[in-house]
């Protein structure tokens, strides 16, 4: 019981500590797979996977400095980043809707879809200077 009473001030002063985040809207992944990273850093670490047409809410926040190229995202209970360039507004046509048997029977385990989530993490957009 005594342990309990010198637990109560800690636990009130948590649960009256404002956050500052608010909610700017929901977006959606529009790449085939990606991660939420840890930083603003393509190689950071990633604390989850997502596919095409996974909706993410983009946070504000004062207390979270965010490069002009990421949002600072909420995808379930994870809080990370993601590059500007796979949001869109618009919930996009993704291949997994279009071909969901045939994206049902490929069966890919957490381990592959993490894989590929950072290959086109990875993969750089553009046009080539080769002639």
Wanted: glycine share 6%; hydrophobic share 40%; proline share 3%.
């Amino acid at each position: 019981m005594k342990w309990l009473l010198l637990l109560l001030p800690f636990t009130i002063q948590a649960a009256t500590v404002s956050t500052d985040e608010k909610v700017v809207g929901i977006f959606y992944f529009n790449e085939m797979f990606g991660h939420v990273h840890q930083t603003a850093v393509k190689t950071s670490g990633s604390l989850t996977t997502i596919q095409c047409s996974h909706p993410v809410k983009v946070i504000e926040s004062s207390k979270v400095s965010i490069p002009n190229d990421w949002a600072y995202v909420q995808v379930a209970d994870y809080k990370g980043f993601i590059e500007k360039g796979f949001l869109s507004t618009k919930k996009p046509d993704s291949f997994q809707g279009k071909y969901l048997k045939f994206f049902d029977a490929l069966n890919l385990d957490l381990a592959e879809l993490y894989y590929w989530g950072r290959l086109n993490d990875q993969y750089i957009q553009g046009e080539t200077r080769v002639k």
